[in-house]
Structure formats: C-alpha cells, structure tokens
C-alpha cells in the first residue's frame, strides 16, 4: 500500500492550486433512495492551467462543478463531505450570499445550452451589461460600452449593433460566443464552461474551442472543461482528470492521458474516439454494459462488471489512486504494488496491456 496517497497530496501535486476540490461527496433525496452523484472526488486546478474533466453522462462531473458555483439544488441535494477551497477560501461555508459576489464576479461558468442559457427577452448587450453592474459598479453607459468590447473580444461582428439584438437574432455560434462574453465581463479568476459545444455542429465546435484556447492565451484565465468527449480536449487542456460513477479513476497531464493511459476506462473511452490515423473502415470500440446503479453504488471498483481485467479484489475492494507517473495517478488495482498477478508486474516494469 506504499503508494497509496492522500487527496491533500493530489490536490497539491499540480503546482500551486486556485480551485481545489477535496474528498467532496454529493447525493440527491429522491422518492426511490439516496442517489450516491459524488464519491469523494478530489482534483485542482493551478492559477493560469486549463483542466479538463471527461467522463460519461452521469458520471458527476457536472455535479462536482454545481458544488463549487453554489448551485446545487438543495433540496433535493445535499452536500455529504469534503472541502472546495478557491483563491484560499472554503466556497462551502460562505453563505448565499457571499457566494452571489464569488459568481460572476471571480467564477464564470459557461452552460451547455446557449438557448436555455440567455433570457429571450433582453438584448444580448444589456444581459453582458447586467453582470457588469452588480459586479463592477459600473454606470449602465459605461457597462453598455464594455458589453460592445466583450462581444468583440469573443469575434462576434459589427458588435456595437449585435449589442441591441435579441438571442433569436443570433445563430447557435454566436449565442456560444455570448455566454462566453457574459462569463468573462467581470474578468473571472477562473472559467469554468460545462459541455460548451455539445448543442453546436462540429465546424463551429472547432471555432468555440479555438476562440477559448486564444482567449486563455490573451488573458491568462484558469479554465475548468467539462465534457463527455475527449476529441475535445485535447488541444485545449494541460491536464485531464477521467471520471467514472462519481468518482475519480484517473489524472494527470494530456500526454499521459492520451499516450499512456493506465485505467482500462480511460483506454476504453480513447477508443471509442474516432482518429484520423485509423483506417476509416475500422468500426470505433463501444464500452459494453452499463455504469452501476448509484443507488447503491458497489463496495469494490464500479468500472468492475465491464472491465475484461477485474479480479477478487476488486469486485470486493474499491483502488486508491496510485502514482503511476509524474502527477500521474490511476485508481485501479492493476497497477497497485500489493496486487500479485502477473500482468500487474509487467504493468508496473513499463509494459502495455493494449
Ligand atoms: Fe478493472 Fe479492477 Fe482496475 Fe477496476 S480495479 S478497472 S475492475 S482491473
């Protein structure tokens, strides 16, 4: 069990951490049972890193990053444990409405649907404007000005008349473009942009993703990605953090991640990424079964009853995340020096099990 490490080591083995999330652990109250969404996650982010969080629908990624911007509906939600320490404060234990002038103001958050996102009846301007007042203390003229110089920053054209039209004016790209103004108008510590081009096609997903990567090179922001598809984080992420049934399985830097994968689940989403190195003809791998009820989330690895790896133990014994590289940890029991079996040893002497 020597390499076995605490989540204060993990959180601070990526250099000097502005956002932290230590051992958190989340569930929803539901007619039918306790549903387990968070189990003891742990990962940071450094000041002016790019960190990206993938795993399947339901996995609790989205419910993790919930918890640090304070919206966790609650109830049904309750927060079981754990810590979020941003910028050195505890963002569990401000208040409402201490955590209102954290939103906007040091954490800007990108959602999914860019529809659903934006009010229907104001101008886009005046919604940019809107949270550079409460935020700023701004007057609403000089607001409105900065509303036109976000829209320009984010590449939206003839910004000084797209400030006056309403979202129905604005394509699918744009409306994108306009989150992504109002997330940044206060000059957020960090960016957190939850699945941010799932709903667009894949031309202006390219462009989204290009725009947030020159905007964090212009700007030095901390970006959090959460995404389901690891096709898109490549270009934009430093590290990857791969969850799986509200935990975390595996982290470390992109090249690990995508070259030296060590948790059969992330070598299982990796192939099921289409790559223009494959022949076209090669059918992509699907993962078969499906992620474990979190009603009653299993004693030993969830990833176990898809896993053509699984032993013993780990039906019986969940892992604890193991070094495996520099600031490279994998949660899986192949890799831990206590396991005997045979492919361990030679996973642990540098071999592959691809
Ligand atoms: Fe597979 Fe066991 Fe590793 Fe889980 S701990 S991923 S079941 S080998």
């Known amino acids: ?6 989540d204060q080591e993990l959180s601070k083995a990526a250099g000097k951490p502005l956002l932290s999330i230590e051992d958190l652990q989340v569930s929803f109250h539901t007619y039918a049972g306790e549903v387990h969404a968070v189990r003891g996650v742990t990962y940071s982010v450094e000041q002016g890193g790019s960190l990206a969080v993938v795993g399947e629908s339901g996995c609790g990624k989205t419910v993790t990053v919930q918890a640090v911007m304070g919206l966790t509906p609650m109830p049904p939600g309750e927060i079981k444990g754990g810590r979020i320490i941003f910028d050195g404060k505890n963002l569990l234990t401000l208040s409402e409405k201490q955590m209102q002038s954290v939103r906007g103001k040091d954490i800007g958050m990108i959602f999914q649907d860019p529809m659903t996102g934006l009010n ?6 005046r919604q940019i404007a809107e949270a550079i007042v409460k935020h700023q203390n701004l007057s609403r003229r000089e607001a409105t000005e900065r509303a036109v110089e976000m829209l320009s920053l984010v590449e939206i054209p003839n910004p000084g008349v797209r400030a006056y039209q309403y979202p129905h004016e604005f394509s699918g790209g744009m409306r994108q473009r306009a989150m992504i103004a109002i997330a940044l108008a206060c000059e957020p510590l960090l960016l957190i942009a939850d699945e941010p081009t799932t709903s667009l096609d894949v031309t202006i997903q390219s462009q989204i993703l290009e725009l947030l990567q020159s905007l964090q090179d212009r700007l030095g922001m901390t970006i959090v990605l959460i995404t389901h598809n690891l096709g898109v984080v490549a270009r934009l992420s430093r590290n990857i953090v791969v ?4 935990k975390v399985v595996e982290s470390g830097s992109s090249s690990d991640i995508f070259y030296n994968s060590a948790h059969p689940y992330t070598q299982a989403l990796l192939q099921s990424v289409p790559r223009l190195d494959r022949p076209s ?5 699907s993962i078969p ?6 009603f009653q989330p299993p004693a030993g690895c969830a990833f176990a009853p898809r896993c053509k790896y699984a032993m013993k133990v780990c039906i019986e014994h969940d892992a604890q995340p193991t070094v495996v590289g520099d600031g490279h940890y994998v949660s899986c029991w192949l890799h831990h ?18």
């Open 337 to 354: 020096k206590a396991n005997p079996n045979p492919l361990t040893q030679k996973l642990q002497n540098g071999g592959s099990y691809q």
């Open 243 to 246: 969850m799986y049934a509200g």
């Open 281 to 285: 003809r090669m059918e992509l791998a």
């Open 289 to 294: 079964g499906t992620p474990p009820d979190l």
């Open 120 to 125: 229907p009846t104001m101008t886009v301007g």
């Open 1 to 6: 069990m020597e390499q076995t490490i605490t």
